[in-house]
């Protein structure tokens, strides 16, 4: 009998999968570039965009100062 792999199992959900998406593009990083760092910004306007896409598309439950909360537990 052939043993199967380890697998690991994660529930991402359709805003896991979105963000996902958005990381492998490179959106925040290519917006960070052509925006550039302003003085005193705790969160690049890249991962502003970002988290406002998430928000658009159902994050709207919590506020956007909770975003980086809604990735706890996540891979």
Known sequence: ??????????DLGHLGLVASIVDQIG???TV???VGP??????????ALKAAILNALGF?????????HFFQGKP
């Open 1 to 10: 009998m052939e043993t199967t792999p380890n697998l690991q199992v994660y």
């Open 27 to 29: 959106l925040v990083q």
């Open 32 to 34: 960070d570039r052509f």
């Open 38 to 47: 302003r003085p005193g910004e705790k969160v690049s306007t890249g991962m």
């Open 60 to 68: 709207v439950t919590s506020p956007l100062y909770l975003f980086g």
